[in-house]
């Protein structure tokens, strides 16, 4: 594996010239009718495992947007690593806020500006690139396959079949992911947690047409104050969730493990200088690592209603509606979750008011102990290219699927990721340090050597 | 005034015609960018007056949107009558909901379904064309002036500075204005209060930037949520009004007016199932004509933040606005509440986030006595074309500009509307009756003939 940062040396340009053809496919999974650039996306993959040396690289249609699965096989005695990743990135809204085209990748202060820099196809590519130095190199010391998805950001569906389907294809030993964060190259960190999901959106509906807010105004129940008076009533003054049950599967976690999460060095002025607020806020008697990490969360993503252009418009609007996503932690069930919202919300009976909840999708928390091969190979690798011992982080993001993945494939999930908190994901001008992309390119190849040493002594 | 059913039967074709259009040209206040529009639209009204009889009728401009006057002089021993109304119509959104164009006027179900076609361009016309009857049949018993602005459906601010610097110009007896409505043509009432409005906007801004909301969920105040809040307590559970000094100023009305007030036949169960509502919902210990007559509120008119498409977004949204419009009575200032509604916002001090206030605009609330000859001579009109004695109404809409009126050039206005509630103003599928249209028109020339038969007399 020594040779790895001179082939990173040799090739970065080209790596980098890949990257970007990659990033100019504007694969938004939210939007339906984007079926011709997801299978650009899928394309451009394929192509590039193919070329990276993989034996066999082949899109696969799923019910939703398709699936691209690759494979190189060295012997079947050795273990397999089945690198899992995404090609779908999110919406690039609100546009005006880009300094740059959101599809035109640019370097500028060393870093790479475009909507998926980072999430996930800078994280992906270090993946393919890592690969493409262990075939050329003939380095490869064990079996490795991709399993790419286009879903990601919008509830990873399409993928949950795929894989129940193809159990026997994707066996291996270990899933290997880079879509997440470190603290820095200088204080590495180790996800060893994620948050699980609940996104629901819900309308509010009054009267059957926008009414004149004077000719109505006091005689009925505004659905956009009703709206702001169901949120609003979701939270108390301490931070906490009201909705009845929604804690009641929440595992406590040991005192040592919150320990150890706690003494990540996160600069907190610098967090909130970098998202530009004066204060934290959230659940009473919890660190921010706490609220982050081990506690579950509820916020309106969006919310709209009525007039909502230039000028005044005096109307009491016909409907209000709001996306809501709830961060789960273990043991908390989306489903169970589902369930206590909606007879929440249904059991309010406000008069003139009817409530319609739609459940977009949902995933359970995850946890890989810090003790396993798994995680142990990750910390050995950093160790060898940063120069230091890794911390474990819970982190606040979700990966639906990765809970998925060992409940459906029976195997553990490693987080290798290099992205910054300061990358701007989901965010206008998304961002991605040169550095971090080479040097996920460089650590890679070492989990696959310190995986395969530990596997072999078992 | 006995001939001019006659005249309108003979006439009423071309009536139409010419109300068309007028309503075709989209003149809407709202849109800054639409002076070439408003322009159009006075243009048109001038040279109806013109053509309908006026000495001289001319488009003067404002700081704002320009405004048309009018006149015509029988004679100065003569009582004046100062007619007044607006071009301008409020935005057509939503416009999916509209089953024709906004602004392309058809007649379904005997009648006229547009933009404007009751508010105001409809019932304008209806002052237009009695004034052309009474010109054309020799029958105008008093002096006449026309003021007509473009600015109405935004806050009637240019009209304000241009009374102010023309008292004499328009210097008159009385103010005859048809922008409210009756209850039916069987049941007919007549306005003699509006509420008084201030119109406020809103921006709730915490981070610089939205975030993922799994990477920061939980660790700060979300803007939307904040809003949420912020509305939701606006409001008690009695439907009171929360921020402190809101009630201050609010006139107690007497006992026998009030119950003169809710004597008027509303049809509640029928206006239910008009707006598509089960129940009402406003302040408690009050009935619905209160709330809407003589009780101030304060509704959400619009509310938008965060993603607001197809699919799931998992962000914490940078800001969050909400248009907040309150209808206020005698004796309520909009400055007062102005300043009330600041400082209230302005003290709550939610760590990390930051508030803006807006106030697009405001206006006085107005009552004129029921026992004056300004409203006995237009109850006498009422009684003369439909056979019945008008009751009194508050009206809970707003004309900003009648209180001013008074304030300013010193005259009671009289409101002699015949639009319907359930004309739909301000929504999709706006309309009017031909018959309303039509009696109208029968009606005003009656008003000109009490009216100046009263003054005569003094």
Known sequence: MDTIAGYIEKHKERFLDELFGLIRIPSVSADKENGHVMMAACEYIRDNLLKSGADRSEIMLTQGWPIIYAEKIVHTSLPTILVYGHYDVQPPDPLDEWESEPFVPVVRDEKIYARGADDDKGQLFMQLKAFEYLVAEQKLPCNVKFLIEGEEEIGSSAIITFCKQNVRLLSADVILVSDTTILSLNNPTLTVGLRGIAYFEITVTGPKRDLHSGLYGGTIHNPANVLADIISGLIDKDGRITIPGFYDSVKEIDTEERTLLNNVPIDEEALKNNIGISDFFGEKDFSVIDRLGIRPTLDVCGIWGGYINEGAKTILPAKASAKISMRLVPDQDPGEIENSFKSYLLGLNIPGISIAVNFLHGGNAYV??????????????????????????RSG??????????????????????????????????????????????????????????????
């Open 368 to 393: 890989v102990p810090w003790h396993s091969c798994e995680v142990q190979a990750a910390v050995m690798a950093m160790e060898k290219t940063l120069g230091k011992k890794a911390l474990p982080v």
């Open 397 to 458: 993001g979700s990966i639906p699927i990765v809970a998925d993945f060992e409940k459906i494939l029976g195997m553990k999930v490693v987080l290798l990721g290099f992205g910054l908190e300061t990358d701007a994901i989901h965010s206008p001008n998304e961002n991605f340090p040169l550095n971090n992309f080479y040097k996920g390119i460089e650590t890679i190849p070492w989990f696959y050597h310190f995986y395969t040493e530990f596997k072999k002594k078992m």
